[in-house]
């Protein structure tokens, strides 16, 4: 299995979902006759990323494994977001910039030589990125963003969380 | 990369990091006099699980995915745990059950149609299962497990979530 297929496709398909779950925060606000946007300073610890930041970093999570396991320089998105409606066009534009991507721009994908601006004279190759980093801190950031949602009474499940998957009739 | 890789030896890592998240909630609970016991029925959302489902629903996850995956029937652990000692007893039950997996155990995981008791009449593909249900579900539960943890004072961080990565220096 590729890791195109173990990144992006998974990737694009949860920032997909995030995109509904913001919909959904957005009718539970209708109802309760309250702005959607102050949903975007909660948060669930003083010292944590609001739900704002949390879409942001999911964003910036898919953009960046793309890049990397490719070696392509990513686009630069300032975090300037202050509205639902502005972050679900962020979301519009990484779900874009994920779909100029094919399997071939993955090729050796596993054996690329990563380096990380946090982590200066180190390096990581791109299996390894991919499973202990990437797709841990994309899954920290959808599953913070959901929980947020949840804890401040935005009605979702589990299925919300998961999306489709490959499931087909037995036989 | 194998689904050895993918999902067993990162699952591995990531419940002991939670076993350690569980110690530093002991040693929060000792520093401000309460019992650490009683975090396990703190909750996001009153719909959602509270903390001590949320250990056993990552200990379940990390179990079932490797026996899945390798065709084994997985051994049941009922969910009877109601304090801290008592969960890390069933964290190293998983973490001792996962080390009887070998990466030969995963040949051919890939392809292995696999039934899931909850699809009843529904097959979906080792890579499809791992990569779009095993994985995030995992992650779904180990974040907020974390989460959880964050809202009530534990003093974690994201490397605590995230643990060790495979880096070395460049050159």
């Known amino acids: 299995m590729s890791l195109y297929r173990q990144t992006l496709v998974q990737q694009l398909k949860m920032?997909?979902?995030?995109?509904?779950?913001?919909?959904?925060?957005?009718?539970?606000?209708?109802?309760k006759k309250f702005d959607a946007n102050t949903l975007l300073a909660a948060r669930l610890a003083p010292d944590q990323f609001p739900l704002g930041r949390q879409v942001q970093a999911v964003c910036d999570n898919a953009k960046v494994t793309a890049a990397r396991l490719t070696g392509k320089a990513p686009p630069s998105h300032p975090d300037t977001e202050t509205t639902i409606p502005e972050l679900k066009a962020?979301?519009?534009?990484?779900?874009?910039?994920?779909?100029?991507?094919t399997e071939a721009d993955f090729a050796g994908a596993e054996d690329?030589?990563?380096?990380?601006?946090?982590?200066?004279?180190?390096?990581?190759?791109?299996?390894?990125?991919?499973?202990?980093?990437a797709l841990p801190n994309f899954y920290f950031h959808t599953t913070t963003t959901y929980s947020i949602l949840r804890h401040n009474g935005v009605d979702?499940?589990?299925?919300?969380?998961?999306?489709?998957?490959?499931?087909?009739?037995?036989?």
Chains 1, 2 share one sequence.
């Open 156 to 171: 979702l499940g589990k299925r919300d969380f998961l999306g489709a998957a490959a499931l087909t009739p037995k036989g």
């Open 112 to 133: 690329r030589v990563i380096e990380l601006p946090f982590a200066p004279g180190m390096v990581i190759l791109g299996a390894d990125y991919a499973v202990d980093m």
């Open 15 to 31: 920032i997909q979902n995030v995109d509904r779950w913001l919909d959904r925060a957005v009718a539970f606000a209708e109802g």
């Open 90 to 101: 962020r979301i519009a534009t990484v779900v874009a910039y994920l779909g100029t991507f």
